[in-house]
Each structure stands twice: as C-alpha cells, then as structure tokens.
C-alpha cells in the first residue's frame, strides 16, 4: 500500500531551528509538497521538490531524497506565527497525492 | 480578492438528508478538487475536475457527487447523509490538473451528520 509517515507533534523554540521529517512508500513517484496549516485554516502552499536536493525559500528549506523515499522541511529563524501543521503530500504514478496526516508544529517563546 | 470560497462554513445535518456543499472561484483555474480532512488523517481526496464539463472519482467517492457546469463552480452533494461523512470538506482548486501546480485551498465547511 501507499504511506506517507511524518511525526505527529513536534514542539520547538522561537528563534531556533527545527526539522520535520516525511517518508514516504508509493508505487512510483513524481515529486513532492509541503503545505503549511494554521489550525481552523486552510492549506497553503511552501514547497514542491521533484528532484534530489534542498530548495530554500527564505526561512523555509525543503530536501528530498528520490532514493531514501525521505524529505524534511527545515525552519529557520523560528516565529510563533510558525506554530501549525506541515503536510507532507507525495505525488504518485498516477498523479493522484498522497497526503500525510501531518505534523503539529508547536513553538515555545 | 476573493480567491476560494466554499459555503456553507459550517453545517450540522441529520442522518438521511440530502445537502449540498458549494465552491466557486474566481482565479480562472481549470482544475478543482474536494478534499476530506478527519483528524489523524491526510487529506483525502473525494472528486476532482480537470476542466469544466469532466469530472473523476478520487480516493473516497462514494456517497458523493460532483458536478462541474463552468469553470467557477463545483459543488458537491451528499445524496443521503451518514454520521461517518462528519468531516471538515476542503475545496480546492489549482490553475492546470499538471502534477507540479499549487493547489489553493478554500477555508472549509465543517460538517456533523448527526
């Protein structure tokens, strides 16, 4: 079956540097997103990685690695407007995605 | 700017009525998706539109329909309401059906079926 695993909570402090970890198992592959949820709120968008590497974004990093079937997106500089869920989503061969339950951010001053 | 916007944002239904969850966007976008988001649970993916005029069955299809008469709107409809369709319905929508598009989200309707 098709899986996406990403930790249920993480809890970190402002200012610092947190990574929230996605792997994921699905029958082909064609890229990755992360989305960002403030709780109440709707999805929005951070990243999509389709090839290996880190993609930075401001504050944001995105890394994926194809054959580790692994990502993580990193956060810099933390701000308690950070505090959310992050969702990991991978794409699968048919296109469709497959969404991760996501990772509850929780940012201590 | 508008954006994504679903009605109604929330909805308490008794079990066996029919009812009837809208979406429109005014960003021109060709795709449109409804999404169920349950707690401890990924998004899932109810019906999709990649243009006016078609629609697909997703992941959990069963119990809803879709209809998709222009590009704006696409609402979705629970023929006969069970407690376990109680979920918050995301509609979303993304400017091409293409793998790589971002995907832009309305604010949710929270539905209980009681």
């Known amino acids: 079956g098709q899986n996406i695993d990403q930790p249920t909570e993480m809890t970190a402090t402002e200012g610092a540097i947190v990574q929230i970890n996605c792997t994921y198992q699905t029958s082909g592959f064609n890229g990755l997103f992360w989305y960002q949820q403030h709780a109440g709120e709707a999805p929005t968008f951070l990243s999509y990685?389709?090839l290996d590497g880190l993609e930075e974004k401001g504050r944001f990093s995105s890394f994926l690695s194809r054959s580790k079937g692994y990502s993580y997106l990193l956060l810099k500089e933390l701000q308690m407007k950070d505090s959310a869920s992050y969702l990991c989503?991978?794409?699968?061969?048919?296109?469709?995605?497959?969404w991760g339950a996501g990772t509850k951010l929780i940012i201590k001053p | 700017i508008a954006g994504i916007t679903q009605a109604p944002t929330s909805q308490i239904l008794a079990a066996g009525r029919r009812m009837t969850l809208r979406c429109t966007q005014d960003m021109r976008h060709n795709a449109m998706y409804w999404y169920r988001q349950d707690l401890g649970l990924g998004l899932r993916l109810i019906h999709y539109?990649?243009?006016?005029?078609?629609?697909g069955k997703g992941e959990v299809p069963d119990g809803y329909s879709v209809s998709r008469a222009n590009t704006d709107d696409f609402p979705l409809t629970l023929a006969s309401a069970v407690p376990s369709q109680t979920s918050v319905y995301f509609c979303?929508?993304?400017?091409?059906?293409?793998?790589?598009?971002?995907?832009?989200f309305g604010q949710g309707t929270r539905l209980t079926v009681v």
């Open positions: 539109s990649n243009t006016a005029g078609t629609t």
């Open positions: 989503a991978a794409v699968d061969s048919n296109y469709q995605l497959i």
């Open positions: 990685n389709v």
């Open positions: 979303a929508s993304s400017r091409t059906g293409a793998v790589d598009t971002e995907a832009f």
